[in-house]
């Protein structure tokens, strides 16, 4: 109302009202299972160029970017000694239940990472020392498979002539090279990708990795003989099953892998939003060199 | 990291080599659409405005010539070895301007920024701007005047050291120094650009800074406050050319002056096997008093695009911001003497 005063009400017309709507509701409730969405995405072709059609928004629906391991749920991700027990670190206090890490069953397959003895203290002392260690606090790229799992979507565009992967995190990207060029002729975050098909899996072979990206927020880590032989196989329109094997003999003793499904966004709406998270961590990197430095 | 300056080297070398004419011409999609998709280059020594001493678009093939022996010769002499008994540069530098003032930085090594004159339809160009007809960008409105005064007169009260948020958008790493959109080159170097084509999307890849340029076919733009880097694009097909339409910029990205309500149409066209011709207009009537549009062949490459990571080797920034406390650290303490 313009003037701000309330509404005369009607009694007989607010009745009315309810019964209209709970009728509504009573034909909506048993016609629910049965129907669908009003709004749906166009029909998509099952296929493209004679290959599952790989086209779409997908994201991983697990915790394994905390930890790949299996985890119960924590207070936070780096802890300091307390009192009785261990408290998050000062920096992730104020954050409270926000800063707390969610438990997770684990994307390794036997639930174990076969590290050499010093990579295995090195994880641990990556672990301790996550605030000042993890690439992703300061928004660096993501490394593979990493990408695959962290808690944002990516679009994969398939056409005839190549596959593309967009990454909502750090405008990450990958040119799945569809002929092999030979060994990638500089090292890089996300590495060459080269992908062939076999029968309906997409198998992408990844090399040419520095050696700076993690697997996760636990300090799970490699070297840059890493190499990532990933697995993407259509289970029907909107699910992928995705394996990675993990090979690099200077950290671990043999391959491993890890696996999860990918599910596919299937709103009308879906779209890669933008996550170039590069602004939003310079008073972290750079804020101690501002004329007037704003954190102590 | 041990890599970073070798990745820069090879990103720098990759437009050096042309595809080979070998492409199948008037190649099409799976769904009958012209086939954009490849590795493509907008490199070119046709300046985006036409230099006032040049009154016709289309220059003649003697003069076309001419720009370009003068473009390869000067580089060839720059590439000629140096003197291995010269001396160091001055300390604080030789005093010149730009990416290769003062310290040396940035020799023609680095540079790639193409050596051929635009051609459109067989038209070599004096100017990528095609209209207004003169070949110049349109004047600025009287708001966009008292806009960059007021811009300038911020900059000029404050240090432009003092805060990472006052370095140039590509100092910081957030975007490449030559505009995005539209796509206009930089003529510097890695104006190298992927396109991937599917019914739905076309993604446009830029070297710099790694960004991928989603335009969603027959989509609809984000609502106002959503401003992406690059803008928000959305395409449809008019008969065998891609029209792009771009809006929602951020405010922090201006394409020569341009406002938050910049919107910029791109038209890619299969003009041959081994060429994209790439229309572009600019309109934002805060800032122009008239829209302008220019035209930029894309010549396929046979080359790979590799990953510029700017951020992740950006060891410029925090430099920059620590040389200048430094300096006045310097400067304080003699002061004080």
């Known amino acids: 109302m313009a003037d701000g005063s309330i509404p005369a009400v009607n009694p007989k017309r607010i009745v009315r009202d309810i019964s209209v709507a709970f009728a509504t509701a009573i034909v909506v409730a048993a016609g629910f299972w049965m129907t669908a969405p009003a709004e749906t995405q166009a029909a998509r072709p099952a296929r493209v160029a004679g290959k599952p059609n790989l086209n779409g928004i997908w994201q991983s629906l697990n915790t394994a970017n905390y930890d790949i391991l299996s985890h119960q749920a924590k207070a936070a991700l780096q802890m300091r000694p307390g009192p009785v027990v261990p408290i998050p670190a ?60 962290m808690a944002m979507p990516f679009q994969i565009l398939h056409s005839d002539k190549a596959v593309f992967i967009a990454y909502e995190y ?112 310079e008073e972290l990197m750079y804020g101690k060199f501002r004329k007037q430095p704003v954190t102590p | 990291m041990r890599n970073t300056l070798v990745g820069f080297a090879l990103a720098a070398l990759a437009a050096t080599s042309l595809a ?99 051609v459109v339809d067989g038209q070599r160009r004096s100017s990528l701007i095609i209209d207004p007809p003169d070949g110049r960008l349109p004047a600025l409105t009287a708001e966009a005047r008292a806009r960059q005064a007021a811009r300038a ?96 910029f951020p405010p922090q990205q201006n394409f020569r002056g341009s406002s938050e309500n910049l919107h910029v149409v791109e038209r890619f066209r299969r003009a041959d096997a081994n060429t994209i011709n790439y229309r572009f207009t600019v309109d934002d009537p805060t800032t122009f008093t008239a829209p302008f549009t220019g035209e930029i062949p894309f010549r396929a490459m046979n080359e790979l695009i590799y990953e510029y990571a700017c951020h992740e080797g950006n060891y410029a920034l925090a430099n920059v911001l620590s040389g200048a406390r430094n300096e006045e650290k310097r400067l304080g303490t003699k002061q004080e003497k």
């Open chain 2, 153 to 248: 007169k911020t900059a000029m009260g404050r240090g432009q050291y003092d805060h990472p948020e006052y370095r140039p958008l590509a100092e910081r790493c957030l975007l490449s120094f030559g505009p995005t959109t539209p796509l206009v080159p930089n003529y510097f170097y890695n104006n190298n650009l992927q396109i991937v084509q599917t019914p739905d999307h076309v993604m446009i890849l830029m070297e710099m800074v790694h960004d991928a340029r989603i335009v969603r076919i027959g989509g609809k733009h984000v609502p106002r406050h959503i401003r992406p880097w690059m803008g928000d694009s959305i395409g449809h097909w008019e008969g065998d050319t891609l029209v792009v339409d771009t809006t929602n």
């Open chain 1, 170 to 281: 750090a405008g990450a990207v990958r040119n799945i090279l569809l002929k092999d060029p030979g060994p990638a002729p500089v090292d890089s975050w996300m590495g060459q990708s080269v992908g062939v098909w076999e029968g309906d899996t997409f198998v992408v072979t990844v090399t040419g990795f520095n050696d700076q990206s993690w697997f996760d927020r636990a300090g799970n880590h490699h070297s840059d003989k890493l190499k990532v032989v990933e697995r993407y196989t259509p289970q029907g329109p909107d699910h992928l099953w995705y394996e990675a094997t993990i090979e690099d003999p200077a950290t671990f003793s043999k391959p491993w892998k890890m696996r999860f499904p990918l599910y596919r966004h299937i709103n009308p709406d879906a779209r890669l939003n933008q996550f170039k998270c590069v602004e939003f961590v």
């Open chain 1, 90 to 149: 000062a920096p992730i206090l104020a954050f409270g239940a926000v800063g707390a890490v969610p438990a997770g069953n684990g994307i390794v397959e036997g639930d174990e990472i076969p590290y050499l003895p010093e990579a295995a203290k090195k994880q641990k002392e990556n672990q301790a020392n996550w605030l000042d260690r993890d690439p992703e606090i300061k928004c660096y790229l993501p490394g593979v498979p990493r990408a695959n799992y």
């Open chain 2, 20 to 118: 080979a004419q070998t492409k199948p011409a008037a190649a099409r999609t799976s769904d009958g659409k012209p086939d954009l998709q490849g590795i493509w280059t907008n490199a070119t020594i046709t300046p985006l405005e036409r230099p006032q001493n040049v009154k016709e678009l289309v220059l003649s093939e003697e003069a076309a010539a001419r720009m370009e022996k003068a473009v390869i010769d000067r580089r060839d002499r720059l590439n000629e070895p140096s003197d291995p008994n010269r001396t160091a540069p001055p300390q604080g530098g030789d005093g010149s301007t730009g990416a290769a003032g003062n310290v040396g930085g940035y020799n023609n090594f680095w540079l790639d920024p193409g050596d051929r004159v635009a």
